[in-house]
Structures are given as structure tokens and as C-alpha cells.
């Protein structure tokens, strides 16, 4: 974090220990002069600090006074006084009633939601909690407080202050959450208009906590919520048609995989609306490793490459699929991410097997010559394909690759026609 960050915070902290502080001293909780003194301080450094934080991130112009005017920099000054001793020592005054101008610098707990939009690294669901979190409690304080300052109800005042305020904590909190229990009921107008307003807030604050928490559990599964309901889809499209059990049973068995190695999601649908730059930065990521075993591409420049990873095509193949085939042109180039793929020849007999991290096909790009061989999937396969027709395209444009591909081709074709006449 950054200076402003650091000091942001200590704000946002600073109006939260206000909140709970100043409203235990209005119903009576008496400290030593020494620790209000202190807490009168630390309310000054922050509102200074409200108010760097407010020069620092408008644009105000120094020749126009005018711009500088805020009602939130104005009530930051006043927080910024030595409110405390001014009273005691100076007005004479041996009272608190100068100090709770302090609860207006309470409001820059609302700003933690401004704070954590500067943090790109934070996951969705701590944008949620953290304010929820974070505002619950001062809440339940406050009505606490209030409810004390009227009289507690039929609990009454309590010579114990601790146990008079747990108490007030209780009935905020059946209060909030249900209509309260009865055990402790208001008994003059001014309680009972006091717990009708804390039972409407309740409804209204704690509904949307109540609904915000479920949203949020329910996120957290939400990927498998997401692969259920493809599930689901497909099963009822298949129990439809009356699709043989053989072939339900692959089906399910693709689902599967698709959940156990990419938790249902296909990797091109979710980068797709990302912008082409980043789409390639993140494709890089997956497949520098196989790109980089690729000879011919050694001397692509990066600006190529990103044109490349742009043009990948993700693929998953089935055990048994075939790729292609002998004597096919498929034209594409083929990197293995995940499984196994096996090289036939004509007789189905096995050349090689190729796991992650493998480049096949690459003949199909250079030169365009049909297949020499059968691609085959062993198990489940993701592959990235790089068809012939986006590959000449990038390369075009690199009039330098072009020519140094062109110098491969040339190489490539004089040692296959050496290799022949030695045959």
C-alpha cells in the first residue's frame, strides 16, 4: 500500500472506534482524563488526514479558492480542534459536550468500500463481506447505546455498566433480528417509539444482510451450480430423445472431465470478451512452455507470438477420437495440453505417444503435405490448434519471419528429398 492507502485506512479506523467510543461516554462510561485526552488526539490526526486525503485526490486549483470549499473538509476541521481541551482547560468547562463533534468524522467508515476498490488482487465475495461485516456491529452498538440513554426498559438501569450494556446488546439484537423475546420490553412512549423504529430498520438492514449472505454462499459454489445446470440441460435433451445408455454414459463422462479439469468452464468462452492484448498475455501463459518447443518458431519476434496465441483454437477430444488422420490435410498445427495422444501409421500401429507439453503437425504449416500419420486421443485431450490459414496471415506480416520460414521450408524439403534417394 501507498502513503494515501496507509493513511485511508487509518481514517476508515479511526471513525469506526469513534462510533463505538464517544457513544459509550454520552451514556455514562467514565475513563481517566489521560485516555480522553488521547482518543481527543488521535480524532485530530485523522481529520488532518481526511483532509490531505481530500487535497491529494481532487484536482483543485490553487488561483480558484473557490474549489476548495466542501462541507466535508469543513466538518474535517472542526474534528481537527483539540475539542477536549479547549472545553476543559480553556472554556473552563468540565463537560463532554464539545467532544461529541467528534461523531461527524464517523463517516469515513462508509468509505471502505472506496478503499477496497483500490486493491485490484481482492476476490469479489471480500468486497461483500468486509462491508458487511464492518457496518453490522457499529449498528447493533449504537441502538445498544440509544437504547440505554432511555432507560434500558424493563431491565432498567444498572449499577454494573458492563452488564447494563450487554444487556441493551441483547435486546438490539432480538430486536433487529426477530421482534424481541418480551424479556425485555419497552415502558415509556419514548422506548416504544424507539423499538418500533429499531424493529423497521431490522426488516429493512438485516433483510439485506440476510439476502446478501445467502447470494454470497450460493457464489461460492457457483461453478458447480453452473456445471449442474449443463448437466441437467443435457440430461433432459438426451432423456428426450431416447439416446442409447452407452452413449448417455459418454456424455456424462465428457461432463465429467470438462468439471475435474476445468470446473465446467471452457477456456476460450471465458476469455473471449477479454481484450485481445490480455487474451494473448493469458493464452502466453498456459502455452509458452509448448510454444517455445516449437523449432521453427524460435525466431518469432513477441509480437508474433501474441498474434499466434490469439489465433489458438482450444480443442478437447475424446478417448479414441481422432485428430486426423493419414493422408488428410488438416491443415493445423497441434500443442498438447492435457492427456495423451497417440501416432498411428496406416496399419494402426503405434509411433509414438505424446503426453503434455508435446507439438504435433507442425509438417501441415510449412509445407501443407497430407498427413503422414493418425493422430489419435488416448484419454481425454485438451489441445490448442493453430490453423494454416491464421498462421500465414501473421506471418505475412512479418516480412523478417517470412523470410527465415521460407529458409526452414527450403532446408526441410532438400533433406526429405535426400533422405528419398538414399531410400
Same mark, same amino acid.
Given at each position: 500500500?501507498?502513503?494515501?492507502?496507509?493513511?485511508?485506512?487509518?481514517?476508515?479506523?479511526?471513525?469506526?472506534?469513534?462510533?463505538?467510543? =464517544?457513544?459509550?461516554? %454520552?451514556?455514562?462510561?467514565?475513563?481517566?482524563?489521560?485516555?480522553?485526552?488521547? #482518543?481527543?488526539?488521535?480524532?485530530?490526526?485523522?481529520?488532518?488526514?481526511?483532509?490531505?486525503?481530500?487535497?491529494?485526490?481532487?484536482?483543485?486549483?490553487?488561483?480558484?479558492?473557490?474549489?476548495?470549499?466542501?462541507?466535508?473538509? #469543513?466538518?474535517?476541521?472542526?474534528?481537527?480542534?483539540?475539542?477536549?481541551?479547549?472545553?476543559?482547560?480553556?472554556?473552563?468547562?468540565?463537560?463532554?459536550?464539545?467532544? #461529541?463533534?467528534? =461523531?461527524?468524522?464517523?463517516?469515513?467508515?462508509?468509505?471502505?468500500?472506496?478503499? %477496497?476498490?483500490?486493491? /485490484?488482487?481482492? @476476490?469479489?465475495?471480500?468486497?461483500?463481506?468486509?462491508?458487511?461485516? %464492518?457496518?453490522?456491529?457499529?449498528?447493533?452498538?449504537?441502538?445498544?447505546?440509544?437504547?440505554?440513554?432511555? $432507560?434500558? $426498559?424493563?431491565?432498567?438501569?444498572?449499577?454494573?455498566?458492563?452488564?447494563?450494556?450487554?444487556?441493551?446488546?441483547?435486546?438490539?439484537?432480538?430486536?433487529?433480528?426477530?421482534?424481541?423475546?418480551?424479556?425485555?420490553?419497552?415502558?415509556?412512549?419514548?422506548?416504544?417509539?424507539?423499538?418500533?423504529?429499531?424493529?423497521?430498520?431490522?426488516?429493512?438492514?438485516?433483510?439485506?444482510?440476510?439476502?446478501?449472505?445467502?447470494?454470497?454462499?450460493?457464489?461460492?459454489?457457483?461453478?458447480?451450480?453452473?456445471?449442474?445446470?449443463?448437466?441437467?440441460?443435457?440430461?433432459? #435433451?438426451?432423456?428426450?430423445?431416447?439416446?442409447?445408455?452407452?452413449?448417455?454414459?459418454?456424455?456424462?463422462?465428457?461432463?465429467?472431465?470438462?468439471?475435474?479439469?476445468?470446473?465446467?468452464?471452457?477456456?476460450?468462452? %471465458?476469455?473471449?470478451?477479454?481484450?485481445?492484448?490480455?487474451?494473448?498475455?493469458?493464452?502466453?501463459?498456459?502455452?509458452?512452455?509448448?510454444?517455445?518447443?516449437?523449432?521453427?518458431?524460435?525466431?518469432?519476434?513477441?509480437?508474433?507470438?501474441? /498474434?499466434?496465441?490469439?489465433?489458438?483454437? *482450444?480443442?478437447?477430444?475424446?478417448?479414441?477420437?481422432?485428430?486426423?488422420?493419414? $493422408?488428410?490435410?488438416?491443415?493445423?498445427?497441434?500443442?498438447?495440453?492435457?492427456?495423451?495422444?497417440?501416432? =498411428?501409421?496406416?496399419?494402426?500401429?503405434?509411433?509414438?505417444?505424446?503426453?503434455?507439453?508435446?507439438?504435433?503437425?507442425?509438417?501441415?504449416?510449412?509445407?501443407?503435405?497430407?498427413?503422414?500419420?493418425?493422430?489419435?486421443?488416448?484419454?481425454?485431450?485438451?489441445?490448442?490448434?493453430?490453423?494454416?490459414?491464421?498462421?500465414?496471415?501473421?506471418?505475412?506480416?512479418?516480412?523478417?519471419?517470412?523470410? *527465415?520460414?521460407?529458409?526452414?521450408?527450403?532446408?526441410?524439403?532438400?533433406?526429405?528429398?535426400?533422405?528419398? @534417394?538414399?531410400?
Amino acid at each position: 500500500m501507498n502513503t494515501l492507502q496507509y493513511l485511508r485506512l487509518f481514517s476508515i479506523l479511526n471513525a469506526m472506534l469513534v462510533g463505538f467510543w =464517544l457513544p459509550l461516554r %454520552l451514556i455514562g462510561f467514565s475513563v481517566p482524563i489521560n485516555v480522553d485526552i488521547s #482518543f481527543d488526539l488521535m480524532i485530530s490526526l485523522a481529520s488532518v488526514a481526511n483532509i490531505y486525503i481530500h487535497f491529494n485526490k481532487n484536482d483543485l486549483s490553487a488561483l480558484n479558492w473557490k474549489s476548495w470549499l466542501s462541507l466535508g473538509v #469543513f466538518l474535517d476541521l472542526i474534528c481537527a480542534l483539540p475539542l477536549l481541551l479547549i472545553e476543559n482547560h480553556l472554556l473552563g468547562e468540565n463537560s463532554m459536550g464539545l467532544v #461529541f463533534l467528534n =461523531l461527524l468524522t464517523a463517516r469515513h467508515a462508509w468509505k471502505i468500500k472506496e478503499f %477496497l476498490d483500490e486493491f /485490484d488482487n481482492l @476476490k469479489p465475495i471480500v468486497y461483500r463481506l468486509v462491508p458487511l461485516g %464492518l457496518m453490522m456491529p457499529p449498528l447493533v452498538h449504537l441502538i445498544a447505546c440509544g437504547w440505554i440513554a432511555l $432507560g434500558s $426498559g424493563t431491565a432498567g438501569p444498572d449499577s454494573d455498566k458492563y452488564l447494563e450494556y450487554v444487556k441493551a446488546l441483547y435486546w438490539a439484537m432480538t430486536t433487529l433480528t426477530t421482534v424481541g423475546y418480551g424479556d425485555i420490553a419497552a415502558k415509556t412512549p419514548a422506548q416504544m417509539f424507539f423499538a418500533v423504529v429499531t424493529q423497521l430498520i431490522g426488516v429493512g438492514v438485516f433483510g439485506f444482510v440476510l439476502s446478501n449472505v445467502a447470494g454470497l454462499l450460493s457464489r461460492l459454489d457457483a461453478a458447480r451450480e453452473h456445471h449442474m445446470d449443463n448437466l441437467d440441460q443435457i440430461e433432459t #435433451f438426451m432423456h428426450s430423445y431416447k439416446i442409447p445408455g452407452s452413449t448417455r454414459l459418454k456424455v456424462r463422462s465428457y461432463y465429467h472431465y470438462l468439471w475435474k479439469e476445468h470446473r465446467g468452464y471452457m477456456d476460450k468462452s %471465458l476469455i473471449h470478451s477479454l481484450p485481445a492484448k490480455l487474451q494473448s498475455e493469458l493464452n502466453f501463459a498456459i502455452n509458452h512452455t509448448i510454444i517455445e518447443k516449437v523449432s521453427f518458431l524460435k525466431n518469432a519476434s513477441d509480437g508474433m507470438l501474441e /498474434d499466434i496465441m490469439l489465433s489458438l483454437e *482450444h480443442r478437447v477430444f475424446v478417448p479414441g477420437e481422432k485428430i486426423f488422420r493419414a $493422408g488428410d490435410r488438416d491443415e493445423c498445427l497441434y500443442m498438447v495440453h492435457a492427456g495423451q495422444v497417440d501416432i =498411428l501409421t496406416e496399419e494402426n500401429k503405434l509411433i509414438a505417444s505424446l503426453t503434455e507439453g508435446s507439438v504435433f503437425g507442425e509438417m501441415a504449416l510449412i509445407s501443407g503435405s497430407p498427413r503422414s500419420a493418425t493422430a489419435r486421443a488416448a484419454s481425454y485431450c485438451d489441445l490448442y490448434a493453430l490453423p494454416k490459414e491464421d498462421f500465414t496471415r501473421i506471418v505475412d506480416s512479418y516480412a523478417d519471419f517470412k523470410s *527465415h520460414l521460407e529458409e526452414v521450408i527450403r532446408v526441410r524439403k532438400a533433406a526429405t528429398t535426400a533422405a528419398n @534417394k538414399e531410400e
